[in-house]
């Protein structure tokens, strides 16, 4: 630690000198305010002072995000709060920035678990554990910075998608640090990182791919080879548009017939309902109940469901020669047809229970396509008549 003859500014603070360890710099009117310089260069005005619980530091902000002069403002701020008592106390560890890994073991717990549904809950704790801690476990979370995160990218180059996810996840964690008060505000790295070009797997039914995938199934029932239960989900997926889960944790209860629709209590986007065609109704009024089977898509087990829905899927397209289709294509496809037949987008989004309308709007060059050959076929038409009365080449 150091005291500096002058007071912190923008100036002086980018004069500091970077050494092999962190040093914080002590501003000389304000006492308790200064500045932290990282080995890594970066630096970040701190605050500290004595209250009713004892010493307590705060981070402020990054150098280069506030400037010195707001740092102090908030530094003379946060003092009369320290004093006061009513400023948040540190969490464990004291005054020890934590380390990656310590983080996102508080992330996952206290954050996602909290806050986000069993799947989610899963794809967090995978690539979190999978690609972040160990490569940056160790290192405290104040040593972040643009070159780590940029070496993490790097790495996983080969899977684009992956890569993305990752630091997806690690900015997400480092949000939540700053709002825990363990790094300075404005400082997540993950923000100048430039993510990797992915493309959108778009991949949409045709008529007769309907028409095949339809015989394949009924074939496959009939040889019992997808039991009934399997072969009502993956119709219905084709007829409702609706994400496998909601299918697949759908009880009888949710079923209303009398009203032909289904009302989902937990969908991604919360409860909604969605409405029956005469032919999903048909699909689920010919579905076996066990006895005492809550569930829709019943299981092999008495009261269970049936979970592995995807493994029954793979076997129906690997027979109908459509290997290149996933479980939720199914959905785009139901997305695609509706655009066809001349439904627009806000309903399209109603259908598929979107809670917002840019995600609706991924299928709006569908819709360009439909405009063009309608198009298309009215030109055509109006074209036929026109050089219907044309006169043949070489008559005046």
């Given amino acids: ?22 040093v914080i710099w002590w501003d000389r009117d304000l006492a308790g305010f200064g500045v932290r310089v990282y080995r890594s260069g970066a630096r970040a005005y701190l605050v500290q002072g004595r209250g009713p619980h004892g010493t307590k530091r705060v981070a402020i902000g990054r150098h280069g995000v506030i400037t010195a002069e707001e740092a102090r403002q908030r530094a003379a701020a946060m003092l009369a709060r320290i004093r006061a008592g009513t400023e948040p106390r540190p969490g464990p560890g004291g005054d ?12 996952l717990r206290e954050y996602v678990a909290v806050r986000c549904k069993p799947a989610t809950v899963r794809g967090y704790r995978q690539v979190i554990g999978r690609h972040v801690v160990p490569v940056l476990g160790k290192l405290p979370v104040t040593e972040v910075g643009r070159l780590q995160v940029a070496e ?39 923000r100048q990182v430039r993510r990797y070009r992915t493309r959108k797997l778009e991949r949409f039914l045709t008529e007769e791919e309907f028409r095949r995938l339809g015989k394949t199934l009924d074939a496959l029932e009939i040889e019992g080879r997808v039991p009934v239960h399997a072969a009502a989900a993956l119709r219905l997926l084709m007829l409702t548009g609706c994400r496998s889960g909601e299918i697949v944790g759908l009880r009888w209860e949710d079923v209303h017939l009398e009203s032909s629709e289904i009302r989902l209590r937990d969908s991604k986007t919360g409860p909604r309902t969605v409405a029956l065609s005469p032919a999903a109704a048909r699909v689920l009024a010919g579905l076996p109940r066990p006895p005492g089977n809550p569930w829709v898509v019943a299981g092999a087990k008495p009261g269970a469901r049936l979970t592995h829905i995807a493994y029954y899927w793979y076997r129906v397209r690997g027979r109908a020669g459509l290997k290149d289709v996933r479980l939720h294509d199914l959905r785009h496809s139901f997305a695609s047809r509706a655009l066809a ?17 840019q995600t609706t709007a991924r299928y709006a060059h569908l819709a360009l396509d439909s405009v063009r050959e309608s198009a298309a076929r009215v030109a055509g038409s109006i074209g036929a008549d026109l050089w219907a009365c044309a006169p043949e080449p070489g008559r005046g």
């Fill in 1 to 22: 630690m150091a005291k500096l003859k002058r007071s912190l500014s923008d100036r002086v603070v980018d004069a500091l000198p970077v050494g092999d360890r962190d």
């Fill in 96 to 107: 020890r920035a934590p380390t990656v890994a310590e983080l996102a073991e508080r992330y």
């Fill in 152 to 190: 993490l990218h790097y790495r996983l180059r080969k899977t684009p998608v992956a890569a993305n996810e990752a630091v997806g996840a690690l900015s997400r964690m480092l949000n939540r640090a700053e709002a825990w008060g363990m790094v300075p505000a404005g400082s997540n790295p993950c």
């Fill in 341 to 357: 037949l001349g439904e627009p987008l806000p309903m399209i989004g109603r259908m598929l229970g979107h809670s917002k309308i």
